[in-house]
């Protein structure tokens, strides 16, 4: 079946420190991959994405690449924020599917 | 342009009731989807809906739970004879279109969740 494994949470670290959440994949098709971000009190949004292989989605300073060889889509950014404690969400969706298929979460805390 | 809208946030509900979740999505999507948080762990699809047909219904518990998305009006989901075990997050996500395609167009836009809790 498809299946995404995250890096077990939580991860706390201090501001400016180097970030990464590892993301691990199973699929039966071709997936899409996602990271979303949960801000307290809010709902998911999309942080970035990658639809083929050796793709790189980045934004806000994020950056994950989508490597096949090792199903991983790991994300990481190098210099993190205070604003950026929140849940991250890896997921995939199979090319042709509706339905996300999420990780359990690792919620960040960056201290000051 | 307004996000997905989701009502109530927050609701309580006692074993036996009936819990309605309510969810209207952007100006433009046909499609909704509802997914579930159970306490620390993911998000788990329920439902797929365009409007006043279910598409995929093939995460949604056999017993007491329905999905519409009527012509007119939002998607709603429905939980009837609650349980403990119903509590939990309920995320709406709609999209203009479906089938999981490369464009954007696919992409799934979330509403804030409804936080059921069943005492």
């Known amino acids: 079946g498809n299946s995404v494994t995250q890096m077990e949470g939580p991860v706390t670290l201090s501001e400016e420190a180097f970030l990464t959440i590892n993301c691990t994949y199973t699929a039966t098709g071709y997936p899409s991959l996602f990271w979303y971000v949960q801000y307290p009190g809010e709902g998911l949004q999309l942080l970035l994405k990658a639809t083929k292989a050796d793709d790189k989605g980045s934004n806000k300073g994020f950056e994950a690449t989508y490597r096949k060889e090792t199903t991983s889509f790991h994300l990481e950014k190098g210099s993190v924020q205070v604003s950026d404690s929140a849940v991250y969400f890896c997921a995939l969706i199979i090319q042709g599917a509706q339905k996300l298929v999420f990780g359990q979460g690792t919620r960040l805390t960056i201290n000051p | ?119």
């Open chain 2, 1 to 119: 342009n307004a996000g997905v809208m989701q009502n109530p946030r927050h609701l309580v509900r006692r074993r036996g009731q009936e819990a309605r979740l309510r969810c209207s999505p952007m100006k433009g999507h046909s499609h909704v989807y509802w997914y579930r948080q159970l306490p620390e762990e993911g998000l788990k699809f329920m439902v797929y809906l365009q409007k006043e047909n279910i598409i995929d219904e093939s995460g949604m518990p056999k017993e007491r739970f329905s999905a519409e998305f009527p012509k007119e009006g939002p998607s709603i989901l429905r939980i009837q004879q609650v349980v403990r075990g119903d509590s939990a997050a309920y995320f709406c996500a709609s999209s203009p279109r479906g089938g999981g395609g490369l464009q954007s167009s696919y992409e799934q836009y979330f509403g804030p969740g409804t936080r059921l809790t069943v005492t």
